[in-house]
């Protein structure tokens, strides 16, 4: 067992970090080009769907599957993914985003190391702080890109929608006129 699992099962946050796992690792998997015209919409049962713009680019990526499927149960560590479905979806192509945007602010890394200040390993404390770093760009660009903030957990994520495809926390808070 790893320090991510050991520390994410002490604080009961195994199971749902296992469930949004492949979620999070498409646009790393599938690279630039390929993020740009995907949205990974869900992860049920063995299955990750990944909503694409057009039928023919399904057929094309569904190609590729078995390759993606591969590369996500890799970085995820073990065999979580059986299968990719590409679904032709509606929504914009990303809009070009200006390159300031990935750019982080001096309070972005300050608010990083205000953060992981009680990590005692430095080098774990660094990795920590890198890590946040690089999910603050993500968001930023994915943001600035169209995608939404759920009303409910915070994540960001592509859709019309107010409320993110699997959210947990449906039952928690009020987002108002939730769709």
């Given at each position: ?46 299955t ?15 190609l ?33 985003v ?6 982080l ?6 608010e ?6 009680q ?21 930023e ?39």
């Open positions: 067992m790893n320090w991510v699992e050991t520390v994410l099962k002490k604080n009961n946050l195994w199971k749902d970090y296992c469930y949004q796992q492949p979620l999070l690792l498409w646009d790393e998997v599938c690279g630039e080009r390929t993020a740009a015209l995907t949205r990974a919409q869900r992860f049920s049962r063995g990750l769907w990944i909503e694409v713009p057009s039928p023919s680019i399904a057929h094309d990526l569904s590729l599957g078995g390759k993606y499927v591969k590369r996500i149960n890799e970085l995820a560590g073990k065999d979580i993914v059986k299968r990719i479905r590409f679904v032709p979806g509606k929504f914009e192509r990303n809009q070009p200006s390159k300031d945007l990935g750019r602010l001096p309070s972005d890394h300050a990083a190391h205000t953060l992981f200040a990590v005692a390993d430095p080098g774990l404390r660094e990795l920590f702080e890198r890590l946040y770093l690089t999910a603050r760009k993500r968001e660009v994915r943001l600035a890109r169209g995608a939404k903030r759920c009303c409910y957990c915070g994540v960001v994520f592509g859709g019309e929608r107010k409320i993110r495809p699997g959210c947990r926390f449906t039952g928690i808070a009020d987002c108002g006129s939730a769709d």
